[in-house]
């Protein structure tokens, strides 16, 4: 039996699961896999931060629906990893990490740079298993990866470095398996679930990330129910195109016409939806909840019927046992909503005074200019917020931010990976400038791996997301303040295309200027820093702290900081 060497038979499994890109720094107990890779079809993107890595590899599994791969050398070269990983297990995107080890001569003697990476990386994985000897790798790693596909999170295999390097027997031909099980209730609960909705007299859906797939679906229910359709952050791209039954989103980062539709309900019908804010849901209405996963079920508010099933499989079998209603006031009294909504959403979408720039004027201008299958991201704060309200999702475009982690720093690095996994697609960073700063270095891989991502940097000189929160709460900003360099400049010196505007009415050409750029490019824009991110209903507790915040600021002497809030928000 032929003799292979494990660095080769783990690449080899990686390739046969359908791996195509490996992204990390190469190192020490690394090595043989890395030149395994280089052998392989697999293609090695050379980051310059192995967290970077990971929210890569995080956004070319999650778009592409492939296995992606990272890996990385023994101690802080495998533990860099763990943030980006986090975020790729709660996107629910297929990764699988190859976290080498110190040699096994030297395990649990404190040896220089050795790191229980089992005990960490066991709490952002499916799996998460160590090669403990050279007849295992292959069993192994295609657990790994078959746990990844089918479970949608990350998968951890831990490698020795001497282990990757010793010959064993091909052994047996363990591959991973990825079936496609039809999932939905039994009969007897899509009946109870039927007759729950038949007897509702205003019900709505809420929609999440499970409904991907299943937008037509969807429709067709909304049409049947006449039932205003609400959706998650996460459900963007499947719900909002083309439906006209669409109210947007509710919760914090959410509208108004989301929040009432799912306030003023008598039913809802959760469908493939895990949000987890329970004080947005509705009060007094019976909740039924349609979720793959058994677990979910009734986790962040209660609910009157929970069932297992797919969205799809649910629904196809669903809608022959509901009545076809005709009855619609509640429905068009939602669509009043809406239509009010959309109109104020579009006042915020304008140039400020005195050249002063709106984040949401910036966000519209890269939506009526970027493709029409563009694939966004946008950084944790308030560049997630003007996405997802300001961005249009037609169906072919996507977008990525960190919703379930909410971590900083993910929106470039995401469109790496992205961009990696579609080398023609046009892919758009929304940026805070603390976020970019946080992992700063990554724009060279743009450059070295040749990647033409298109970077925008909301620049206001702050956290501007915990700054309002701050203020919300009645306490004085603190802390909060960024002293940033030229980012164009910077971005320049690097190797992109570079500007920097600070003025309204240089805007549109400059977005124009940065989309139709061949290569990387990049536009860093004085945003306003008093910009509010108002919520769909703003509570009097609100009011009262952001009055509180006010009084404050003018006793520290820091009226200007007031008087600049109220004429950026309210004085255009």
């Not at 999170?153 to 390097?165: M, N």
């Not at 009157?304 to 509901?322: K, Q």
């Amino acid at each position: 039996m032929a003799r292979k060497k494990v660095a080769d038979i783990i690449v080899e499994t990686l390739q046969d699961a359908g791996v195509k890109r490996c992204y990390g720094i190469a190192g020490d107990t690394l090595n043989h896999i890395t030149d395994a890779i280089r052998r392989s079809k697999i293609d090695w993107i050379h980051m310059r931060h192995e967290e970077a890595g990971a929210m890569a590899a995080g956004g070319d599994a999650l778009l592409s629906g492939d296995l992606a791969a990272c890996a990385g050398a023994c101690g802080p070269g495998s533990l860099h990893f763990v943030n980006g990983l986090f975020e790729a297990h709660r996107n629910r995107a297929p990764v699988v990490l190859i976290a080498t080890q110190v040699a096994t001569s030297e395990l649990g003697m404190d040896f220089p740079q050795e790191v229980d990476l089992k005990a960490i990386y066991e709490t952002c994985s499916h799996f998460c298993q160590p090669i403990h000897s050279p007849a295992q790798a292959r069993r192994v790693v295609a657990l790994a990866a078959q746990t990844a596909l089918n479970r949608r999170g990350v998968a951890v295999v831990i490698v020795p470095g001497d282990v990757a390097a010793m010959e064993v027997d091909e052994g047996l031909p363990f591959r991973p398996h990825r079936p496609q099980p039809l999932l939905r209730p039994s009969d007897a609960e899509l009946g109870a679930v039927a007759a729950r909705l038949n007897a509702g007299k205003r019900i709505a859906l809420y929609c999440g990330s499970g409904c991907e797939g299943a937008g037509s679906e969807v429709r067709a229910l909304a049409d049947k129910l006449k039932a205003p359709v609400v959706h998650t952050s996460r459900a963007k791209d499947f719900i909002e195109p083309d439906n006209p039954y669409d109210m947007g989103m509710t919760g914090i980062l959410g509208v108004e016409s989301g929040f009432r539709a799912i306030d003023a309900c008598d039913t809802l019908l959760l469908l493939g939806a895990d949000f987890a804010w329970s004080q947005f849901y509705p009060h007094e209405a019976e909740l039924i909840q349609v979720d793959s996963d058994a677990t979910h079920l009734g986790r962040r508010h209660p609910v009157d019927l929970g069932v297992v099933g797919d969205v799809r499989a649910t629904i196809e079998a669903l809608l022959p046992r509901l009545a076809q209603r005709e009855e619609d006031a509640f429905l068009r009294n939602c669509l009043k909503h809406r239509e009010k909504t959309l109109q104020q959403l579009a006042e915020q979408e304008r140039p400020g005074k005195d050249g002063l720039i709106h984040p949401q004027y910036l966000t519209h201008l890269i939506d009526v200019h970027a493709a029409d299958d563009a694939a966004f991201t946008a950084d944790g704060g308030s560049p997630m917020v003007w996405l997802l309200r300001h961005v249009r999702s037609n169906g072919k475009r996507r977008t990525l931010t960190s919703l379930v982690h909410g971590t900083m720093a993910n929106a470039m690095p995401s469109a790496l990976g992205i961009q990696k996994a579609f080398p023609d697609r046009q892919v758009v960073a929304l940026c805070g400038d603390g976020g970019l700063a946080m992992l700063l270095g990554d724009l060279l891989t743009a450059i070295q791996e040749k990647l033409p991502i298109k970077v925008v940097v909301y620049d206001n000189g702050s956290l501007g997301f915990v700054e309002m929160e701050q203020k919300v709460e009645g306490l004085l900003d603190s802390y909060t303040d960024l002293l940033n360099p030229d980012f164009a400049k910077v971005a320049e010196a690097i190797g992109f295309h570079a500007r920097r505007v600070e003025k309204s009415g240089e805007l549109e050409e400059a977005v124009r200027e940065l989309l139709a750029q061949p290569g990387p490019a990049l536009l860093d824009v004085k945003v306003n820093r008093y910009e509010l991110v108002m919520p769909p209903k703003v509570e009097p507790g609100q009011v009262l702290h952001t009055a509180l915040y006010s009084a404050k600021a003018v006793l520290a002497g820091r009226g200007k900081d007031v008087e600049a809030l109220l004429r950026s928000n309210f004085d255009d």
